[in-house]
């Protein structure tokens, strides 16, 4: 049974103690939990839970599903061949590059994805909490000895030899320990939403790379519309923000407007259900985000690739890796430098990309260019996607890791200074 009914059989104590079930935290928990270590996995929602997402995987997040044995799952889902990009009258089908990672994709409802990631901790042995809501936390010295948590029957304490943050971007959790979200690098503000449609088994997702608001404004971001294969399709939108440049949009109803002008491409059926939005800090924009046995993971550390909004590849990653790292003494610095080594060149040159979005006419200049050219435009799927690895060795990825290099030396921010 997955499902604790008994609040009185949380345990007293733990050897990782993980908040938040999403992907980040579910991963964390199942990679823990195989290594023999007594695991909590604790989440304030009782699953199944829905979760502002586009619901799209691409195959950096299907190889980590793979790596827990739900690959067959996923791919009985939906299967995706790569992405189409549209925009300024013109279109483009791009498949999955060749390389190290799987060459399909998916997109799940995160009603379904969530749950059986955590489902899988379950398997594996991780004890399930849910409705258990993390109110505040015990630390001396940065370490962390115990979390509280507000249940239907009263207040409970665990005690903890790990604590895992994988509460979300706002990281409540991750506040109280210090965390810090710098709100002047970029972030996105996003909005998506359900429709039945008669594509919904599309073998591409798409995006719109060319969004105007009602008064025919252009507004820096893309739309996108995913496939889930079960009679509907994800459609939503995302804009890029800073705090110098913040997204002027209202998003639902810009959202409502995109569905409407895709709605005879995509044979849309009725209207657009649970349209609910989302503020989304990216590129690793965190700080102080571990301590000596506490780090937080996925969204919490901002671990949300800045060219396309995905996180979910990002979160199941960090678990992984994080479990792997269980014994180290300290996490201090330990966490942010493993994050770095993984992601930062990637981040730090996305979110310089990103940043150059938000200037006025950038968008509206180099979209059409782009979309003229079809191997920029693979090479511009292969970045976006953070398709690229150590073990590449051809052009594309060497400029790429190159670039990212450069960019990482003239930061001066956390956590790639």
């Not at 997955?2 to 964390?28: I, R, W, Y």
């Not at 190290?100 to 042995?125: H, K, M, Q, Y």
């Not at 942010?336 to 200049?365: C, D, K, M």
């Not at 693979?378 to 590449?392: A, C, P, Q, S, Y």
Request: hydrophobic letters at 40%.
């Amino acid at each position: 049974m997955d499902v604790m009914s008994d609040v009185n059989s949380m345990p007293a104590s733990t050897d990782v103690l993980v908040v938040g079930a999403g992907p980040a935290g579910s991963s964390a928990a199942a990679w823990a939990a195989a290594s023999g270590r007594s695991v909590l996995l604790a989440d304030s929602a009782v699953f199944p839970r829905d979760k502002t997402c586009g619901d799209g995987l691409t195959p950096r997040a299907v190889a980590e599903l793979d790596l827990l044995g739900l690959g067959d799952w996923v791919r009985a889902r939906s299967i995706s061949k790569g992405l189409r990009m549209c925009g300024w009258g013109k279109s483009a089908e791009l498949q999955w590059p060749k390389g190290s990672f799987p060459v399909v994709g998916s997109a799940v409802p995160r009603t379904e994805l969530d749950d059986r990631i955590r489902l899988n901790a379950v398997e594996r042995g991780a004890v399930m909490a849910q409705s258990a809501k993390a109110v505040s936390v015990e630390s001396t010295d940065n370490r962390v000895t115990s979390v509280t948590f507000k249940t239907a029957d009263g207040l409970r304490t665990v005690s903890c030899r790990t604590l895992v943050v994988a509460d979300g971007v706002k990281s409540t959790l991750g506040k109280q320990l210090g965390r810090e979200w710098h709100q002047d690098l970029p972030y996105a503000v996003a909005a998506r939403a359900y429709i039945k449609s008669g594509r919904s088994d599309d073998p591409f997702i798409t995006g719109h790379m060319e969004i105007k608001d009602p008064a025919g404004g252009f507004v820096p971001g893309y739309g996108w519309i995913f496939p889930l294969g079960n009679g509907e399709v994800n459609v939503g939108l995302g804009s890029i923000s800073t705090k110098k440049r913040p997204a002027r949009v209202a998003l639902h109803p810009l959202l409502e407007q995109y569905a409407e002008e895709q709605r005879k491409e995509w044979d849309f059926v009725g209207e657009v259900r649970a349209l609910r939005s989302a503020l989304l800090p990216m590129a690793g924009s965190v700080s102080n985000f571990a301590g000596k046995n506490w780090a937080c993971i996925g969204d919490a550390a901002a671990c949300i690739n800045p060219l396309n909004g995905e996180g979910i590849d990002y979160g199941l990653e960090g678990g992984r890796l994080l479990a792997a790292m269980l014994d180290e003494p300290d996490l201090t610095q330990a966490w942010p430098n493993e994050l770095r080594t993984h992601y930062g060149s990637a981040f730090s040159i996305g979110r310089r990309v990103v940043a150059l979005g938000t200037q006025p006419g950038v968008f509206r200049v180099g979209g059409p260019l782009a979309l003229r050219s079809r191997r920029f435009l693979n090479v511009l799927l292969r970045t976006m996607g953070n398709l690229i690895t150590e073990e590449d060795k051809d052009l594309v990825a060497r400029m790429w890791r190159t670039a990212g290099r450069v960019s990482m030396r003239l930061d001066q921010r956390p956590p790639f200074s």
